[in-house]
């Protein structure tokens, strides 16, 4: 896993086939789609003031106030949901992702808008997934999302909607947004009604430098499937073999804000726990999280892995095996993607003249 010294060209990072298994639709909003929804709401938000969400670095104002603006303000109608859908998946569609499971909080956004059932939401996002399919040839899924800076029972409330109104593109139940003094362990009840309902389960853990613990909490208590973050597993080399034993996938994202923020720039491709993991045994695949408000593409999520974090192709071609084994679809349709997307990977190769080594 060392960093090779030919150039790469980014028409290669753009053509290689992909898959997006850690994204939060809210964060793929389009800055001019944003910015009309707020006009015709009369959103307490200047366009100035909304085009800061879009600054990468020193963002005057973050992803999550981004969120709990949208939340409150903006999407507020089906068919608002039913677009911010559809554009990202046509975005993504664009980058030649193949397949992506979409994060949805919808506890904030139902909170705000009680005349939006959660049946209606949850049917415009996933018939924008269907009509996306069809168009762009981009297959989809939705993870509904603890919002754990809610209460407990508020999850508990959402998984009874996610039963009550089953969709065959919901898959499964994550949690998410800020994990800071919000340990996953206060969820437990509803990570397990998740899990009986036959729902794949993940969660955030370790991504805002919080303690492994939580990661741990996350592997025995809450019973995931998959992981997304765990950047402090690292400091528990026991977490790190056990996670390893149970052959568990770990969705990273090259451009998490936290180490953004607190590694200085100079030091921050050497010193970001991304760089690590997988030469420390562990199954990770790269995402693009909040895209639009990250000013991030899957190409260059793809393109981060190589130039900052020094993995060679040969490790990219491992990382792609990772995501599929990580997605939740069923192993007919994982031997059949992984064929083909190995294929197109070295095909993306040949045309490059480049070897994965």
């Known amino acids: 896993m060392s960093k090779t010294s030919v150039v790469v060209p980014d028409a290669f990072f753009q053509e290689i086939p992909k898959v997006d298994i850690h994204c939060h639709l809210y964060g793929t909003i389009r800055e001019s789609t944003l910015k009309e929804f707020a006009c015709a709401s009369n959103a307490p938000l200047s366009q100035s003031e909304i085009g800061d969400f879009y600054v990468r670095g020193e963002k005057p104002r973050g992803v ?7 939340e409150e303000f903006i999407l507020d109608s089906a068919d608002r949901l039913y677009r911010l859908t559809y554009e990202c998946l046509e975005d993504m569609a664009a980058e030649t992702v193949r397949y992506t499971e979409l ?9 705000h808008h009680p005349g939006l059932s959660f049946e209606l939401a949850q049917s415009a996002i996933t018939k924008a997934m269907s009509d996306a399919g069809i168009a762009f040839g981009i297959e989809s899924r939705l993870i509904h ?18 039963m009550r109104h089953r969709d065959p593109l919901a898959v499964g139940m994550g949690i998410d947004y800020l994990e800071t ?22 969660a955030h853990a370790g991504e ?8 741990e909490t996350a592997i025995k208590l809450l019973q995931v499937d998959r992981l997304d973050h765990c950047y402090t597993i690292l400091d528990n080399e026991d977490l790190i073999q056990e996670c390893i034993a149970r ?19 100079e030091k921050w491709a050497d010193k970001h726990p991304i760089r690590q993991m997988a030469r420390r045994g562990l199954r990770i695949h790269p995402n693009t999280d909040d895209p639009t408000f990250h000013n991030i ?5 793809w393109k981060m892995m190589h130039e900052d974090f020094g993995y060679s192709l040969q490790d990219l071609r491992s990382f792609m095996v990772n995501g599929l ?20 990977f070295d095909a993306a190769l040949s045309r490059h003249k480049l070897i994965a080594a």
Request: glycine residues 6%; proline residues 4%; hydrophobic residues 45%.
């Open 297 to 301: 593409t899957p190409a260059l999520v």
């Open 247 to 265: 052959d568990l996938v770990i969705t990273v994202v090259p451009t998490n804000s936290y180490y953004m923020r607190t590694l200085a720039r």
């Open 208 to 215: 805002f430098g919080c303690h492994w613990r939580n990661i």
């Open 64 to 70: 999550l106030h981004a969120f709990r603006f949208m």
């Open 103 to 111: 994060f949805w909080n919808s506890t904030g956004t139902l909170k």
């Open 145 to 162: 999302a603890i919002d754990r800076q809610a209460q407990a029972e508020d999850a508990v409330s959402m998984v009874e909607l996610m």
């Open 181 to 202: 003094d919000h340990p996953p362990e206060g969820f437990w009840k509803s990570f397990q009604m998740a899990r009986e309902a036959g729902f794949r389960t993940t």
């Open 325 to 344: 084994d990580g997605a939740w679809i069923d192993a007919d349709r994982r031997r059949l993607w992984k064929a083909e997307q190995l294929a197109g």
